[in-house]
Every structure is written in C-alpha cells, then in structure tokens.
C-alpha cells in the first residue's frame, strides 16, 4: 500500500478512486430497455420477480442515456443496425454490451439463409460478454452478468485470464 | 357456399370473363384474370347473397415465369369463404391494387410488393413496408441472389478470423 499504509487510524480504508467507482459500476449496472426477439422474452423474465435482476443492481432504464449496459438481445436486422448503434452511441461511458443469444453472437439459425440479419453484433458495436443459447436460460443471463461484473471491477486479471487463454 | 358455386355465379355475372376453377388442396381456387380482379371483388364483396366483407390474407408466390397473387376472402356476414388467384407474367408484374375494396390490402399489398416485387397499379402509397428503404432486389424471388454487404456490413456469415473491422462511426 507504499507510505499511506497505518497512517491512518482504525477503521479507515485506503483504495484508489478508480477502484471504488469501478466497485460502484459493477454493482449498479443499468441496462437500457432494449428488446429484440424471444431473447427478450427470457431477458424481462430475468427482470421479473422470480430471477430478480434487481437483486444484482441491474435495473431496465427507459433512456441510454441513464444506461451502462445494452444487452442485446435478439435478432439483429440490417435495418435495426444503423437504430442499434444510434443507441450504443447515446450511452454515457463508460458502457457494456452483451450480446444474449445465437442471433446476438453470429446471426443464429439465420446465419445461412438470412438475408436480411447481421451476422453478429460484434461487427456493429463492441461486445463484452457473450452469451450462448437459443434463447439463454435467465441463469444463463444472469451468469454473463456476473462475468461482466467481474470484468468491470478487476481488468487486470480479466486481461490475465485471456492473455493466458490466447 | 362451395367455390364451384361461386365460379357460376362470377361466370353469370360476368360472362365475357375467362375464370377457372384451380382445383388445388386444401382449398379450390377460382382463377380470375387480372386486370379484372378488381370489378370482380368489389362485386363480391357488396352482392348481398356473397358478401365477401373481410380479405384474410393476400399474398404471393413466385412461379418461376409467373407471378400468382392468392386472396383469401371472408364473409362475417354469411359465414363462407373462397379464395382468388390471379396470374401475372415475371416480366410484367401488375396487378390492379384492390385497396380502395378492402382497406387491410393496402399494407398486404405492400408486403407482397417489398418481398416479391409485384406492382399493384392504382395503390396509393406502394413503398417497402419490411426492408429498409434503400434495399435493392425482391428477397422472395426464386431467382434472387443476395448482396455481399448492405450499408458496409457483410450479409455472409464470416469465420470469426476473417471479420472485418469494427464499423464504428454513425451513418
């Protein structure tokens, strides 16, 4: 901890202001009302009282503006991708996605003969956490969720982690 | 009412009209020529003794040469139901709009129109109602063939190694 270490009387905690935001960030993750297919379906069952989102912090704010996180969570069409990244774009940094579902990840049961779906998020905005499934489980949902706030309090040993599994 | 029925009363009515009768399953289907399609419905649809009110479903099927736009009609008034067929060369494909008969056609005809490129002349506003605007080609047609990219997204589905770079400024 270098020379603050016991300057301080009991009681007093010594940290980073990067690390205590990144702490607040992880535990309030606000997630725009965003649906697009049956992915949405599971995703507002998560919200609802049996999976509980709200148990994680992980509230649907109406405006991006309010928001931390898309979760994207459908189909995505070539005419919703130029909407999709209109909404990425108006969410305050710092910002997550996380793509729910086959559709999501690479275009799902389309990815042949669908001419008018993208073939994966990823090409359109950033994407932390994917998350497999067609559509995923509420567990599923909120096991990404989970990974996503481990990636926003710890970097370091996210960037680790791949760096070990590349 | 059985559509043989209904083909004797149309060929009463009108008799100079060449209508067949398509026997296909699991309806049969009554072929009306289609510059014609729309005295013939708006007859159907204000006989008293037919009353066909209420269009279920129009939609289209590319034939390969020929376009076939297919009407489901509906009497809530008399409870029968019938179905019209209309033909139209690939080359050419008009079809006078029947709209201004039954309103719900207006949006059918649309959508028959953005997936499969057939024209429905008199319609009021005959724009894509699916695709975006800019879209180029008629998804549904057996003969089309889908672009590489749209507005710089590619529409194949790429292996994770050869994806392009990330587009990220806004249109």
């Not at chain 1, 697009?36 to 609802?48: D, N, R, S, V, Y």
């Not at chain 1, 969570?73 to 990425?88: D, E, H, Q, W």
């Not at chain 2, 997936?115 to 005959?126: K, R, S």
Request: glycine share 8%; charged share 25%; hydrophobic share 40%.
């Amino acid at each position: 901890m270098g020379v603050l270490e016991g300057r301080f009387g009991d009681n007093i905690l010594i940290t980073s202001v990067d690390k205590v935001f990144d702490w607040g960030r992880s535990r309030s993750l606000w997630a725009v009302t965003f649906g697009l297919a049956c992915c949405a379906i599971e995703m507002m069952c998560t919200g609802a009282s049996r999976y509980d989102l709200d148990r994680f912090g992980t509230f649907f704010r109406p405006s991006p503006r309010q928001a931390d996180l898309m979760i994207v969570s459908g189909t995505v069409t070539f005419k919703m991708a130029s909407r999709l990244k209109r909404i990425y774009h108006q969410m305050a940094d710092p910002k997550w996605v996380i793509a729910m579902g086959s559709c999501a990840i690479c275009g799902g049961p389309y990815w042949q003969r669908g001419y008018s779906v993208v073939k994966g998020v990823d090409q359109i905005v950033p994407v932390d956490v994917y998350i497999p499934g067609c559509p995923p489980r509420p567990e599923a949902l909120i096991a990404g969720l989970l990974e996503l706030r481990e990636k926003v309090i710890m970097k370091e040993k996210v960037l680790a982690k791949a760096a070990q599994e590349a | 009412m059985t559509t043989e029925e209904l083909l004797e009363i149309l060929k009463a009515k009108f008799p100079g009209l060449a209508f067949e009768l398509a026997a296909t399953k699991p309806d049969s289907a009554i072929r009306v020529p289609a510059e014609k399609i729309g005295e013939v419905a708006a007859f159907l649809r204000d006989e008293p003794t037919l009353r066909f009110d209420m269009l279920m479903c129009l939609s289209a099927v590319d034939r390969k040469g020929s376009f076939e736009v297919v009407y489901h009609i509906f009497s809530m008034t008399n409870g029968h139901r019938s179905v019209l067929k209309v033909f139209v060369p690939t080359e050419k494909p008009q079809v006078p709009t029947v709209g201004h008969i039954w309103r719900t056609a207006e949006w059918h005809e649309r959508e028959a129109f953005d997936l499969m490129g057939v024209e429905f002349v008199g319609h009021p506003d005959l724009r894509r109602i699916l695709l975006p605007d800019d879209w180029e080609g008629h998804p549904l047609r057996k003969d089309y063939k889908t672009a590489e990219e749209y507005q710089g997204l590619r529409t194949a589905y790429d292996n994770l190694n050869d994806t392009p770079d990330l587009a990220w400024e806004l249109p």
